[in-house]
């Protein structure tokens, strides 16, 4: 198991240098797919395989999918990836990358100081999981439940193609501005 | 395997994410890039759930993930939104935000 | 009998209500049946009330009521209750009956004003408070009705606010009143820190078991509350607000003079003389200071030319005649001198504010003359005023209490001869300036054209006044004369008798050398301003004569000094602070808050890049903490 770990581990790395580093916004989302994957044998070989399968289908399938449509609806493609290969140049990403590289070294450092064990695929049965979800998380449950309401709430109010104006004062502003010019 | 190698990989993971958000300029990668680093925030959680052989780190990962659910959802939908109105996807172009004012006009007699 | 007690000072507060909130809107009939209505009603519950605390009198000496609980922190109580007790009685009468008769008088002086309804509504406020101050059964209210008279009084004084003068009037009666509160209320605190209580009756049990007399604290705290009714009573030094108070409405100096403030002073000593007699000192100088303003206001009263400043002069020495008789431990007698002299102040001054308002707003006693054929009853009302001023023998009520004052100034224990001289030398300018008044108001030529005459409901209150100026000294009579001294008998149950000195000398004799003091007054008067005006034409060539008259007119100087030992020193340091110092901290603390906003708004590009790297270098710094501690 500690083999399936490492690869995966590997794997997942990789695959998210790719996605961020993917002019093209399709192909990052299929490197984000691979990513997904991986993260989700890593989740099998500690003993999740609850949490390793809905990662598979929600993230690697209902988000991505998400990805996918807007980027179909908006129709950016291999003009957008031109573009991106123009905006990312040396000086715009060297300072960020220093300054995260930083912040990992200061993670792993604090992590290697703290106590380790080693972890075995002692799997949590699910049961255990629902239990602990539908008994002391029970607030946060209806409360996540509320926030998936005002999401779909929220993405249908914002994603509604209305008019272009979104005060009646800004359209008399414009016109207004029109009659002047 | 030692447990911090798994932190490890999760830490690595998010920094990758973080990269992201900070070097793309368009709004669809950020928003990918926000991802991965949810995601590996849900890793963390996840080994330390191991660790512990408690299911409250996979619970805490059931929320991350309603949580990315509707995070992308809304997301997607301003992005959508932005580019209708402004026919970019170009956050740099995106700031309405700035400070403006001009200190010179506020000041005190 | 409790509610008809709270009725007394809810009425006037009911009127005050009635006619601040609403009183633009109603007719000024209705105005002023309300306002003097509401003050007339307590007059007359006043007035039923003493007959009943006459009849049967209470076990306890006095009504009380208590009509909530005020306030209440660790072991300080403090009630909203009502105490009337023989002397509280006697101020209750006087406030509510005079007041009632100056605001029936008011209705028809204000008729033209057209903030009729504001006037009424002070009045009746004014009213409220100084009955609130008597009535108190602790300290607390006590207070609350004093600071509530200071408010009044500053309303009313600068009522006519359009015009400068009046407004620095009330400001300056505000001022100098609220030096002596300060040291009232300091004194309060110094009480309540001895005797852990501020209620009147408590306060009387205990101060004699816990002070030894003449102790430095109980010296203090007498010092303290004397100062206070000498700041409300404008006693020297405090006493200059009170020439400058003629701003106001005539019907209001005559509330200020008779009825209220300048007597609460007589009243907080009065009530406290507890607290008075374990201080011997305290007494000494309360009389001291008595003595010490009957003259020097009496001198002023001289040379005024104003006709109510020269009241007002009056009020201020005979107000000092009072503390005089309190100082000597002759209580009654001060508060019986209150009693006549609320009548005939009252009187006076209302009539002189009819005079004025028939000459057109003059105020110069030299520009009047020759009025007595025409406003007759206005003159014959007047002199029964002014010969109560001037303390006439038996037909006055004046006499009656003068003679007391005079008598126990050398008599009681604390009396001595020298006071007693001041005293007859006040009694001699008092009947001098009296005559002048008379004589140039009312004799000689006239010079000004007289206008309309007063109405009946001005004249009214005046003729009531006048025969109350002649009678009411009747009910107390010198010991050698007759036997009736029902006054005295009324407010021994609250005030000690006084204790005369061994041997005591003969008491008709000195009664004697008054009246010829007076008479002497009289005739001098009568003498330089109408037998022979040559002389003081004379004395206007001499210049230590002349110097002399602008000495007293100007009141002693006392403005003058103030204004060196006071206003200048404090213009000075603000010259000195004219670019404000303290300012400039803040300002310089704004300008560095605007530096530093132009520096971190630049951080403010609206871009979220910049923002998430913010927070990346945050997270770094504290990662960094934590590895480095």
């Known amino acids: 198991m500690n083999y399936l770990f490492y690869i995966s581990s590997v794997v997942a790395i990789v695959a998210t240098i790719m996605v961020i580093t993917r002019y093209h916004p399709v192909h990052a989302l299929l490197y984000l ?149 | 395997m030692a447990s911090y190698s798994v932190l490890a990989v999760a830490a690595i993971l998010f920094t990758l994410g973080l990269i992201g958000v900070l070097t793309r300029r368009n709004v669809i990668f950020i928003l990918i890039s926000v991802e991965v680093m949810l995601n590996a925030a849900g890793l963390a959680f996840v080994a330390a759930g191991a660790r512990w052989g408690q299911p409250d780190g996979q619970v805490m990962f059931l929320f991350i993930l309603a949580m990315a659910a509707s995070e992308v959802s809304v997301g997607l939908a301003l992005v959508m939104q932005v580019y209708h109105q402004h026919k970019t996807l170009d956050v740099t172009r995106l700031n309405v935000l700035k400070d403006d004012i001009d200190i010179q006009e506020i000041k005190v007699q | 009998m409790h509610q ?5 000072p809810a009425l006037p507060l009911a009127g005050f209500l009635i006619l601040s909130l609403l009183g633009r809107r109603l ?49 300080f109580n403090c009630s909203f209750s009502l105490h009337v007790d023989a002397l509280s009685l006697v101020f209750v009468f006087v406030i509510t009956f005079v007041g009632a008769l100056i605001h029936i008088y008011s209705a028809g002086f204000m008729k033209h004003d057209r903030d009729y309804a504001r006037f009424f509504a002070s009045m009746n406020l004014f009213v409220c408070a100084m009955l609130l101050l008597v009535m108190a059964d602790n300290l607390v209210l006590l207070y609350l009705g004093w600071e509530g008279v200071g408010l009044c009084s500053y309303l009313l004084i600068g009522f006519w606010y359009e015009t400068t003068a009046n407004v620095q009037a009330a400001n300056k009666a505000f001022y100098i009143t609220r030096v002596g509160d300060t040291a009232m209320a300091i004194g309060f605190f ?10 009147i009756p408590a306060i009387q049990k205990l101060a004699p078991e816990h002070f030894t007399s003449g102790s430095p604290i109980i010296t203090a705290i007498a010092l303290l509350l004397l100062a206070g009714g000498m700041g409300k009573s404008a006693q020297v030094p405090l006493q200059t607000w009170l020439p400058d108070a003629m701003a106001g409405p005539s019907p209001v100096s005559a ?13 907080l000593v009065a009530r406290m003389h507890v607290l ?25 009263a001289m040379v005024q030319t104003d006709i109510k400043r020269i009241l007002a002069y009056s009020t201020i020495s005979q107000v000092g005649y009072m503390f005089l008789a309190l100082g000597v431990g002759a209580w009654s007698a001060g508060v019986f001198h209150f009693f006549t002299h609320a009548f005939f102040k009252a009187l006076l001054f209302l009539a002189a504010g009819a005079v004025i308002e028939s000459l057109h707003h003059e105020h110069g006693i030299f520009k009047m003359g ?29 006499f009656f209490s003068k003679d007391q004052v005079l008598w126990y100034a050398l008599s009681a224990n604390g009396g001595n001869p020298l006071l007693w001289i001041v005293a007859l030398l006040g009694a001699f300018i008092t009947a001098f300036y009296t005559t002048r008044l008379m004589l140039v108001v009312f004799w000689g030529t006239e010079k000004t054209h007289v206008g309309e005459l007063p109405g009946r409901l001005m004249t009214l209150p005046l003729v009531i006044l006048a025969i109350l100026s002649i009678c009411a000294g009747f009910i107390e009579w010198p010991h050698n004369m007759l036997h009736i001294t029902l006054f005295s008998d009324l407010v021994q149950k609250v005030l000690p008798p006084v204790v005369e000195a061994e041997p005591v000398p003969s008491e008709a004799l000195f009664q004697l050398i008054a009246v010829v003091a007076t008479f002497s007054g009289v005739f001098v008067g009568y003498l330089l301003y109408r037998k022979n005006t040559s002389i003081i034409e004379s004395w206007k060539q001499t210049p230590a004569m002349v110097w002399l008259r602008d000495f007293f007119y100007t009141g002693w100087k006392f403005d003058e000094l103030y204004n060196i030992l006071f206003v200048r020193p404090f213009v000075f340091i603000t010259q000195l602070n004219k670019q404000d110092v303290i300012d400039k901290i803040y300002a310089g603390i704004v300008s560095l808050f605007q530096r530093l906003n132009g520096i971190f708004s630049v951080s403010q590009d609206g871009s979220v890049r910049t923002y998430v790297i913010g927070v990346l270098i945050g997270i770094i710094f504290i990662l960094a903490l934590q590895l480095i501690l």
């Not at chain 1, 609806?73 to 000086?91: D, H, P, V, Y």
């Not at chain 1, 990358?97 to 106590?115: C, H, K, P, Q, S």
């Not at chain 3, 509330?255 to 009243?267: D, E, N, P, Q, S």
């Open chain 3, 4 to 8: 008809t007690l709270s009725l007394i």
């Open chain 3, 276 to 300: 008075f007699q374990l201080s011997p000192l305290v007494m000494s100088i309360t009389a001291v200071i008595g003595a010490l303003t009957l003259f020097i206001a009496g001198c002023s």
């Open chain 3, 27 to 75: 007719p000024n009939r209705l105005v002023a049946l309300i306002g003097a209505g509401v003050i007339s009603a307590a007059a007359i519950i006043a007035i039923w009330l003493g007959i009943s605390f006459l009849q049967a009198p209470p076990d306890s000496g006095a009504y009380s009521v208590e009509l909530w609980r005020w306030m209440s922190v660790a072991n």
């Open chain 3, 190 to 199: 110094l009480l309540f820190r001895e005797l852990g209580t501020l209620d």
């Open chain 1, 33 to 181: 797919v691979v990513s997904f994957l991986a993260v989700s044998m890593i989740f099998l070989s500690l003993g999740a395989p609850f949490v390793a399968i809905l990662e598979i289908i929600l993230y690697a399938g209902a988000i991505i999918v998400l990805f996918i449509f807007v980027v179909m609806m908006l129709n950016i493609g291999s003009e957008a990836a031109a573009q991106e290969k123009q905006w990312i140049k040396t000086q715009t990403w060297a300072g960020p990358t220093i300054l995260t590289a930083i912040l990992l070294a200061e993670l792993l450092v604090l992590m290697i100081r703290g106590d380790s064990t080693t972890i075995t695929d002692q799997s949590v049965p699910i049961k255990q999981i629902s239990f602990s979800l539908y008994k002391e998380y029970i607030i946060a449950v209806e409360l996540v439940g509320f926030l998936l309401m005002a999401g779909i709430v929220g993405a249908a109010h914002i994603g509604r193609h209305k008019k272009r104006y979104l005060h009646r004062f800004l359209r008399e502003k414009e016109e207004r501005e029109s009659v002047k010019l």
């Open chain 3, 255 to 267: 509330l200020i003079h008779a009825a209220t403030m300048v007597t609460a002073g007589v009243y």
């Open chain 3, 370 to 398: 020759g009025l007595k054929n025409k406003m007759p009853l206005v003159f014959y009302t007047f002199l029964a005023g002014a010969a109560a001023l001037a303390a006439l023998p038996l037909i006055t009520a004046g």
